[in-house]
């Protein structure tokens, strides 16, 4: 996916991974109730991996989180992370290129997509929904999390719009702190 100029810069990803942060995006208490062991869950813009860990655990040893990004050094940062909590072998890391989240054959793959914070970074989100439209299995879910600093509700609407023309149903509004939120359905 083509990245925008507004792109968070690797150092910015260090800053993500604070832990007071768990207090506004607490990821266990966000993604438990749709998370859940021996799924397939892919992470578009993971960045060092706030989300990616926990729900490694919460896949369990039969599960799989597929962590796409297009930065190499914050998937290098993420593995290593990964291997000091014994997750590594749960996770897979995939650097994308500006139009390709690079999952050619893995269609109808995954269970759930986490795009947190993500969609207003992408140059041609429309291609992003396309390409995750054809990788998810048939009802499978994607949370679409924006900041509201970054993202008017307008644009934010625009991107469930283009979300729907691939065949991702909005299913409800999430409630997430400091966010525009809603859980979409491939149907």
Avoid at 60 to 68: L, M
Avoid at 162 to 186: D, F, Y
């Amino acid at each position: 996916m083509d990245q925008k100029e507004h792109t968070c810069p690797v150092w910015a990803g260090y800053f993500l991974l604070c832990p007071l942060r768990k207090a506004i995006h607490n990821p266990k208490r966000l993604l438990s109730p749709f998370v859940r062991r021996g799924m397939k869950v892919l992470d578009v813009g993971p960045g060092m991996g706030f989300f990616t860990l926990p729900m490694a655990e919460m896949v369990g040893p039969g599960g799989r989180v597929v962590a796409v990004d297009l930065q190499s050094k914050m998937l290098e940062v993420l593995k290593k992370r990964a291997e000091k909590r014994g997750l590594s072998e749960r996770i897979e890391t995939v650097q994308c290129t500006e139009d390709s989240l690079m999952l050619d054959g893995r269609e109808a793959e995954f269970d759930l997509a986490l795009l947190f914070a993500v969609v207003h970074e992408v140059k041609e989100p429309e291609e992003l929904f396309r390409q995750l439209s054809r990788l998810l299995k048939r009802g499978g879910m994607v949370i679409l999390a924006e900041p509201r600093g970054h993202v008017s509700e307008e644009d934010f609407s625009s991107f469930v719009e283009m979300a729907e023309k691939e065949g991702l149903k909005r299913e409800r509004t999430l409630k997430v702190p400091l966010s525009r939120a809603v859980l979409l359905r491939l149907t």
